[in-house]
C-alpha cells in the first residue's frame, strides 16, 4: 500500500471529490475500470504498470479474479485434505492393524458447532437457546439436503464453495482499490491465518465474510441497493452483520460529499444491515415470545456483555495466573495473541506508512467497528477470549494492511512461517475432537 504521499495527481483530485475509480472512469466517457484502476496511483520504484489494479468490467471481472485465488484454493484444501489424511493416526494405536472407514475423512469434520447448525437444519428451532445460531446456513444447509441426503455433507459444500467466491470477491475488491501483489497477499494471508480452517467446516464464516465483502464491495461501487441486499444476507447469517451499517452510511455521505441535499432515495438501502436481524427478531418473538432470544442464548455459553477491553484484561489475568503449560493458559496465549495481532493491524490501518489514504478510510472504520463488536461477549470461565480467534477472520480490512507490510520479503516471509504451522496444528486440535473453536 501506498502512502498519501505517493499519490498521483488523478488520485488526490479522486479524493478531494470524494468519487470512487469507477466513478471517475464512468466521468471520463470511454474509461474502463482497468483504467480507473491505473488512476489509484503511479508505479512505485518496485512497481510496473503491470501490477496496477487492472480488473476487467463485468462478468469477465469475476472470472479473472476467481482464476486469480484457484490457486489458492486449491493449495490451502489440498493441504487440509492431508492433513485431514493424516490426521487418522491420531486415532489409530502404533502399529495398529485395525482401519478406519472412508467416511471418516468426513466425520472427523463435524465437531462443535457444526451439531448445531446440522440439527437446527434438520429440525429447526425447537429451543431459544439455539436461537445464538442464525439462520441462513442452516437454511441453505436444509434445502441442499434434499440433494446430499445429509445436512452435514450439504454444510460442507455450502462453506466450500463460499470460501472460493469469498476469496474472489476478496481478491476484485482490493484489486480495484488497491493493486495486484496487494490484492493476491490479502486472498493468501486470510487463507492461511491459523484458524482459516473455518472457512472450510460446516461453520457459517466463508457465508458470513462472502456476504460481507460483497455488500462491501458495492458499496465502494456505489450500487446501494445491491449493498444493502448482501447486507441484509449478511446480517441474516451473523448478528455482525450489522456492523455494516455505520460504513454504508459513512461511504454513502462521502460519495455525495457529506452533503444532506443530495441524499437519494437508495440511501434508505442501509437499512438492509438491520433487516436481516430484525426479520430474525420477529420469528423468535413467533417462536418464543422473545425479540432479543439470539442475544440472551448467549448465556448459555457463559457469555454475558461487556466492554470490548474487558475479554482482553481477562485473558491476560488467566495466562499470568495459571502454569505455563496448562490447558487455560495455551488456550488464552493463542487466543489473545490473535485478537493482538488483528489489532495492531487496525491500528497499522489508521497510523504509519500502512495507513487508508482518506478516499479508503471506510476499510478503517469497518475494521475498527467489527474488531469492537467481536469482543463484546466474552466468556466468565477460564477462556474469555474463546471463539474470538475465530472472529478475527472477519476484520477482513486487517488483512488488507497485513498485505501492504507483506509486501516487504521478510515480513512476507515471517507471517508465512508463523501462521502456516500454526493452521496445521489448530486443525489437527479441531479434527482429533480437542476444544478449538
Given amino acids: 500500500m501506498q502512502s498519501s504521499s505517493d499519490f498521483s495527481e488523478d488520485t488526490q483530485a479522486q479524493q478531494a471529490t470524494g468519487m470512487t475509480l469507477s466513478e471517475v472512469a464512468l466521468l471520463e466517457g470511454n474509461a474502463t475500470v482497468a483504467d480507473a ?80 447448525f446440522t440439527y437446527i437444519a434438520s429440525n429447526g428451532y425447537t429451543t431459544a437457546w439455539r436461537t445464538a445460531f442464525f439462520p441462513s446456513f442452516p437454511l441453505l444447509e436444509h434445502l441442499l439436503a434434499f440433494l446430499t441426503g445429509n445436512p452435514f455433507v450439504a454444510g460442507l459444500i455450502i462453506s466450500n464453495v463460499a470460501g472460493l467466491l469469498m476469496l474472489a470477491v476478496f481478491y ?40 460481507s465483502l460483497l455488500s462491501f464491495y458495492y458499496m465502494r461501487r456505489s450500487s446501494w441497493w445491491l449493498a444493502g441486499f448482501f447486507g441484509l444476507l449478511a446480517s441474516f447469517t451473523r448478528s455482525a452483520g450489522i456492523c455494516l451499517l455505520l460504513p454504508f452510511c459513512y461511504e454513502y455521505l462521502r460519495q455525495h460529499h457529506f452533503s444532506l441535499q443530495k441524499l437519494r432515495l437508495d440511501a434508505l438501502a442501509c437499512a438492509g444491515a438491520l433487516a436481516g436481524i430484525g426479520i430474525f427478531a420477529l420469528y423468535c418473538y413467533y417462536r418464543f415470545h422473545d425479540l432479543l432470544a439470539f442475544s440472551h442464548a448467549q448465556i448459555v455459553w457463559s457469555r454475558s456483555m461487556h466492554g470490548p477491553w474487558h475479554g482482553l484484561i481477562d485473558a491476560a489475568v488467566v495466562i499470568l495466573h495459571r502454569a505455563v503449560l496448562s490447558f487455560d493458559s495455551i488456550h488464552n496465549v493463542i487466543d489473545l495473541s490473535a485478537c493482538l495481532f488483528i489489532l495492531a493491524l487496525v491500528i497499522l490501518a489508521f497510523i504509519g506508512p500502512w495507513k487508508f489514504p482518506a478516499a479508503y478510510r471506510v476499510y478503517g472504520l469497518y475494521a475498527v467497528i467489527i474488531y469492537l463488536f467481536s469482543l463484546i461477549f466474552p466468556i466468565s470461565s477460564g477462556v474469555p477470549l474463546g471463539a474470538f480467534s475465530r472472529y478475527m477472520l472477519e476484520v477482513f480490512p486487517a488483512f488488507i494492511v497485513l498485505a501492504a507490510i507483506g509486501k516487504r520479503q521478510q515480513a512476507n516471509l515471517y507471517y508465512l512461517l508463523l501462521s502456516v504451522p500454526l493452521l496445521a496444528f489448530l486443525l489437527l486440535q479441531f479434527l482429533t475432537g480437542h476444544w478449538v473453536i
Fill in 172 to 211: 476484485r475488491l482490493v484489486l480495484e482499490d488497491f493493486d495486484r501483489a496487494q490484492a493476491w497477499n490479502s486472498a493468501l494471508y486470510l487463507a492461511v491465518f491459523p484458524t482459516a480452517f473455518f472457512f472450510a467446516a460446516a461453520y457459517n464464516e466463508s457465508l458470513f465474510l462472502l456476504f
Fill in 37 to 116: 484502476g491505473a488512476l489509484e496511483s503511479s508505479p512505485g520504484p518496485q512497481q510496473t504498470a503491470d501490477d496496477r489494479g487492472t480488473a476487467s468490467t463485468g462478468w469477465r471481472g469475476w472470472l479473472a479474479a476467481l482464476r486469480s485465488v484457484l490457486p489458492i484454493y486449491l493449495a490451502t484444501h489440498l493441504a487440509l485434505l492431508i492433513l485431514t489424511y493424516c490426521a487418522a493416526l491420531f486415532s489409530l494405536g502404533n502399529f495398529s492393524t485395525q482401519s478406519l472407514p472412508l467416511t471418516t475423512l468426513f466425520s472427523s469434520w463435524d465437531r462443535w458447532d457444526s451439531a448445531h
